[in-house]
């Protein structure tokens, strides 16, 4: 007795929701697992299963992720190790415990918010991608690329490669790029202004710093004494040592203040803001508490006119990703990546991205290549 595909596409549905099913006979039911084996097999991932340090990561064997008909599989080459990633394991803030369980992770067990890798297959209706096709992109808060494969729909935010990265370059664009974007439109960015990125030497920053100058701003950096050269290097007309100056001293004005990992003092950065600026503030306190003093503090003092205060979680909009593609083949855009390590090595990548040093951005390779 075979199957046709309807019947192949049903149990591989039923599948997907972990619905149990009650087959007509012994062969079929035998055939249900030969299906499920053949189209779900194992692949390698990095799972937390309670909150806390590095150390709660494993390397576990999971299902491998089945596309349904709009989706793409794709075959990871490269990862990330994000702010939010490292966030999400040790739920920094508090109020991510509403997201993915409050006693442990309960939704999010594999982490990993950015990729780059090959297509290896697609549902029966995605036109946009085919096997082969070398990609990149975001899960979103949905996460799972810290695996050897994902699952998107073929609308997702994901595109072919850029030409002119390798996987590894390519897997550090989206969660730095699309933030530094988002913000950056928020603030409404025009030529002339004058911006300072503080925090400009991490995956945030990098970017900010350098759509900033393509949008035709006058920008300062902000960063520590060994990553001056760096910051330079990505156009910075001016940098600020913050270990030997503190930049709200100076006596400059911005138009806006882009805070990139939570740093810059609230105090300090109202006082270098021309009145009716823009203050953006990304990262910052995991705690509570301090979350909501300065969502009240932000309100008021955009109430009372002194600047605009931005914050939140950046959303990728429509053509985001064409646009960051498209000044990436143009050599207007470029990423950093500071460290490399293997899957295994997961937990020493979190730690080293958690301890704030990092240049750059922090890389996953699942396999040495360049193409």
């Known amino acids: ?49 309670r909150y806390g340090p590095p150390d709660v ?47 442990g992770p309960k939704k999010i067990r594999i982490l990993g918010m950015e ?41 997702a935010l994901l595109a072919i490669k850029p030409v002119n990265m390798t996987f590894e370059e390519a897997a550090a664009v989206l969660f730095g ?18 911006v300072l990125i503080y925090g400009a030497s991490g995956s945030v920053g990098i970017f900010a710093l350098q759509l900033a100058k393509h949008f035709g701003a006058h920008v300062t950096g902000v960063c520590s004494t060994a990553n001056l050269d760096l910051v330079k290097s990505l156009g910075a007309d001016d940098v600020v040592d913050y270990t030997r100056e503190d930049f709200s001293r100076a006596g400059r004005v911005y138009d806006v203040v882009f805070d990139t990992v939570g740093k810059s003092g609230f105090s300090r950065s109202l006082k270098s803001i021309k009145r009716g600026g823009f203050y953006v503030r990304v990262g910052g306190s995991g705690r509570l508490s301090f979350i909501l003093r300065d969502i009240l503090r932000g309100m008021w003092v955009s109430i009372r006119g002194a600047a605009k205060v931005i914050g939140g979680v ?33 937990a020493e990548a979190h730690r080293y991205a958690e301890a704030g040093h990092k240049k750059g951005h922090v890389v996953i390779l699942f396999e040495q290549t360049s193409l």
């Open 1 to 49: 007795m075979a199957l046709d595909e309807g019947q192949r596409d049903y149990l591989v549905e039923q599948y997907h929701r972990k619905k149990r099913i009650k087959m007509p006979n012994s062969r079929m039911h035998a055939m249900f697992h030969v299906v499920v084996e053949n189209q779900v097999a194992l692949m390698k991932a990095a799972v937390y299963t």
């Open 57 to 103: 990561l494993e390397i576990k064997d999971v299902d491998k992720p089945v596309p349904r008909d709009n989706e793409v599989l794709v075959r990871i080459h490269a990862t990330t190790v994000c702010a939010a990633d490292w966030r999400m394991r040790k739920a920094d803030p508090f109020i991510a415990r509403f997201m993915n369980g409050l006693w």
């Open 115 to 155: 990729f780059a890798g090959k297509v290896e297959s697609v549902g029966k209706a995605v036109t946009r991608f085919g096997e082969g096709d070398q990609v990149f992109g975001s899960t979103g808060f949905k996460f799972g690329a810290h695996a050897e494969y994902t699952c998107l729909p073929e609308d």
């Open 177 to 194: 790029g699309v933030s530094a974007l988002h913000f950056l439109r928020k603030a409404k960015i025009q030529a002339g202004q004058k």
């Open 314 to 346: 950046a959303g990728g909009a429509a053509g985001d990703l064409s646009f960051l593609k498209g000044l990436i083949e143009a050599g207007k855009l470029r990423t950093v990546i500071d460290r490399r390590y293997s899957l295994d090595e997961i």
